[in-house]
């Protein structure tokens, strides 16, 4: 059962324009989502995150969006760049039973973002 | 810094050999953890320790052991490797109460 789903394998963009990558979720206990890029032969790093009291996040290019009616999230990167080009994961996690710590990371498939110049 | 450190980088096994894979933090995280990459299935937690002298199973234990040796270490080990742990492996960290974790640059194992 496949709780956080990326249904886009892939996504192509011209540098300069948006791009918009989407993740679905099915767990409506999850508290904390993120999103990760991954160059190939490189760890995941970590690009940024929304708690489930908001409802967007920025951080300069990079904004989070969350409709939690939808269990939907979506990354908008705003202008992309050909350096953007990367595997993007999306991750969501809940708090413990004390409501202290966040656990483990269930993370979507991926997409492979590609932006030309 | 160096944050999350694995080694080795590459192995290749055969069937039934066996291998410890290590990971090391820097950041005196408390919680650590161990993760499969496989193409088109994304990342998948093995095993998790919340903190030092914990360790617990997460979506795909079967074949794989796991020692928390302190706060700084924690190693995954392969008693008999099977084709089907052909993967690439990331161990990550967090400290209590952050939601982010930080990953090493990973290990990628081939067992033929």
């Known amino acids: 059962d496949q709780q956080v789903k990326q249904n886009s394998p892939s996504l192509s963009v011209q540098e300069g324009r948006i791009s918009i990558l989407n993740c679905d979720y099915t767990?409506?206990?999850?508290?904390?989502f993120l999103w990760y890029k991954k160059y190939p032969a490189e760890g995941p790093t970590f690009l940024i995150s929304i708690s489930s009291i908001k409802d967007k996040n920025e951080d300069g290019r990079f904004t989070v969006f969350l409709n939690k009616s939808a269990k939907h999230l979506s990354l908008h990167i705003v202008p992309s760049q050909p350096g953007d080009s990367a595997v993007y994961f999306c991750a969501a996690t809940l708090l413990n039973a004390g409501g202290t710590s966040y656990g483990k990371l269930t993370f979507g498939q991926g997409t492979i973002l590609t932006v030309h110049p | 810094n160096a944050g999350v450190t694995q080694t080795p980088k590459f192995q290749v096994l055969k069937t039934g050999q066996s291998m410890t894979l290590q990971c090391a933090q820097d950041m005196n995280h408390n919680s650590m953890y161990w993760y499969r990459q496989d193409p088109g299935m994304g990342l998948r937690l093995i095993y998790y320790s919340a903190s030092e002298g914990t360790t617990d199973k997460g979506e795909v234990p079967n074949g794989y052991n796991v020692s928390r040796l302190n706060k700084r270490e924690f190693s995954l080990r392969l008693e008999s490797a099977a084709p089907s742990q052909t993967s690439v492996y990331f161990c990550?960290?967090?400290?209590?109460?952050?939601?982010?974790?930080?990953f090493g640059p990973g290990t990628r194992l081939t067992v033929t």
């Open positions: 990550a960290s967090n400290r209590q109460g952050v939601g982010e974790q930080y």
């Open positions: 767990n409506s206990m999850f508290d904390y």
